[in-house]
């Protein structure tokens, strides 16, 4: 990890930068979209109507847009760091879990970025119907009902790989042996 070029530091930087402003918008969207429905079922919480339940999704729009794009950049730069860095995952077990971890809930967070796309693009389409948002975001809930706060959890298990570095292998020079 120390004999990084600055290219695969940059690389390094904007992944976590972007991760982590992922992490920290996906659980503020997370948040408050889990508000606008009642605690025990998806039904609109009373004061949401059709007259300012449209404002209400306009508000929202930066948190899906930020989250959207924010993932986009992070899987980018995390496997462009993979490819020019060559650190060897057999002797970074921490990087390997890491990228573990980021793969297999690539396809997940894929398939919910499309719902959360089709939100974006009907909010910004001037003229759109409020309760088909509500339902593709009803949708986004209960396809993978707990999936998003599994995958929080993983990355903040990121956060702690990142730090602390387990599961490295000492790699003898020969003057050692």
């Known amino acids: 990890m120390k004999n990084l070029s600055k290219f695969s530091k940059f690389l390094l930087f904007i992944a976590c930068l972007s991760g982590s402003l992922w992490l920290g918008s996906y659980m503020l969207r997370l948040f408050v979209t889990y508000r606008l429905f009642e605690d025990t079922d998806f039904i609109l919480r009373p004061y949401y109507n059709t007259s300012n339940l449209s404002e209400v999704l306009l508000t929202l729009l930066p948190a899906f847009t930020t989250t959207l794009i924010l993932y986009i950049f992070f899987f980018l730069f995390f496997i462009l760091f993979l490819i020019f860095s060559k650190l060897n995952l057999k002797q970074n077990g921490w990087l390997f879990i890491i990228t573990l971890l980021v793969l297999v809930t690539f396809p997940f967070e894929v398939y919910l970025m499309n719902i959360d796309y089709k939100i974006v693009s009907l ?3 001037e003229s759109f119907n ?5 339902e593709l975001i009803k949708k986004r809930f209960i396809i993978f009902s707990s999936f998003p706060v599994i995958e929080i959890f993983c990355y903040f298990g990121i956060i702690f790989l990142l730090i602390f570095k387990p599961l490295t ?7 050692e042996n």
């Open 123 to 125: 909010v910004y389409s």
């Open 130 to 134: 409020p309760n088909d948002i509500i």
């Open 169 to 175: 292998k000492k790699v003898l020079s020969s003057n």
